[in-house]
């Protein structure tokens, strides 16, 4: 030893011999830390994920085809006949919120998954109705929570109705990664506050529904069980045949003054929201119905038919599909593509409309709650919609 290091330990071991309990317990923590890091790097190539929990939420307020007749010109029988919906959920001004709906959601699905809302490491929402144009709903999601303390990230996607599917995949690569333990994953709606109750609007108001539903992803190890597949596809070729588009940041790029009309005094903004948008009644969505139709019908069974043949499975090795509630007749369509059979697929638009982000983690939590499917059982998911985008998950059920 040299002097030096032996004048030290004599001048300083005093000290020195405070400081080794807490030396210890560094050590002690670096080396739990490097195994658990050895374990994780060691399971990474066989890590996938799987859903742990399931919760959704649906307002009170039941709506009937028959109470939008003192509305608009509508029927019953129209409704019934072209969407196979019968009634639908309405928030309560006030009272609830595309938020509100999604924390009542997460709350289920946190304590189906067995964990506390303190576990959840990553929040991703999924919804084209924010409660704000921004902030994002997930950071509302995590204060209504009462999680803000975590600091968890939280991620908001924009994929109307095919958020669900989107947010999950995403879930999937992040929890398959080893990055996080437990992400929360909403689809929350509530499209009622801003559709157009007049004759109108009338093709787009019947269908939409409000509610909320949500998963906890967890990371597997087991191969072959939980999420086995995936795909996310878009065109936008005809993006504004399914859009809301103003208020909005698009200057009137697409359009001119004729359509939107300007504040021309001012030198900057004005264009956001104009008086001629409120005049022309032009803040509602519009759909082009036939030409979503024709799109949906062909693109939600070659999504499915995608992530099948990625896994090696054919349609009838499902136990249960779960098609995004966008109109049973579509629905109806990708079941006889498939050449699936009534049992093989879960439908509950009759009873919600079409919820957009949230129809299929809803339609998910009450066929699993129904007993529908059930451990080792093969579940597919897909949607389609405004973008348009879509997609599909394949899932051996955990
Ligand atoms: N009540 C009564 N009549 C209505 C109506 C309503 N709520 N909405 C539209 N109509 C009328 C139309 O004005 C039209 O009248 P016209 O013939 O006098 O012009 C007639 O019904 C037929 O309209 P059309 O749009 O051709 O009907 P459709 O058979 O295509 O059904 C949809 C309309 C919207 C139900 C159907 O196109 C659809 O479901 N498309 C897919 C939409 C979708 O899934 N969107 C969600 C995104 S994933």
Redesign the pocket.
Known sequence: MSLWMANFIKMNGEYLLKALPFLLKSVKILLYMAKNHFLWENNRSNMGSFIKGLGFYVPENVVKNED?LKY????DE??QE??GIKERRYATRHKESTVSLAAEAAKKAIADAGIQASDIDFIIFATLSPDYFFPGCGVLLQRELGITGTECGALDVRN??SGFIYALSVAHQFSSSGMYRNILVVGAEVHSMGLDYT?RG???????GDGAGAAIVQPSSEAGQGILATCMHSNGTHAEE?AFINPGCHGGRYGDIEKYGYLDEKEYGGTFLTQKMLDDALIYPN????L??KH?VQKMPEAIMEVLNKAGYKPSDLKMLIP?Q??L??AAFVQHTLRLNDSQVYNNIQKYG?T?AASIPIALTEAYQQGLFSSGDLVCMT????GFTWGAVLMRWV
């Open positions: 939008f608009m010109d509508t029927t129209w409704i072209r969407t109307q109705c004759t009338r093709n787009v108001s019947v269908i939409f399914l759909m082009n119905g036939q979503v139709f949906a995004h966008a109109n007749r579509i079409n957009t949607a389609f919609g405004s």
